[in-house]
């Protein structure tokens, strides 16, 4: 048996955790006028290098790592990015 659709203007405000409960229990498909969209998200393509450092310069950006909070690579990858768009900007 199907069960009844339900707008989305019916749901009551709701904290995280509620809502958490909330959409356990049901699914997009509960809802009037869902239809699965036709995006399809895909990672561009990237590939790996390997960098070798000296002692002294991984325990800068460890230590730069912990104050901002980010992963090693994902500081290092963004402060390539950042030398890459200087220099892309000087072109």
Do not use: Y
Request: net charge positive; charged share 40%.
């Amino acid at each position: 048996m199907k069960k009844a659709s339900k707008h989305v203007s019916e749901i009551p405000p709701m904290d995280d955790e509620e809502l958490e409960r909330f959409w356990e229990a049901h699914g997009p498909e509960d809802f009037q006028g869902w239809t699965e969209g036709g995006l399809n998200f895909t990672r561009p393509a990237k590939r790996l290098i390997q960098l070798r450092l000296d002692p002294k310069d991984i325990r800068v950006i460890d230590r730069e790592s912990k104050l901002s909070g980010i992963d090693r690579a994902q500081l290092v990858r963004s402060w390539v990015k950042e030398k890459i768009r200087h220099l892309e900007a000087q072109k």
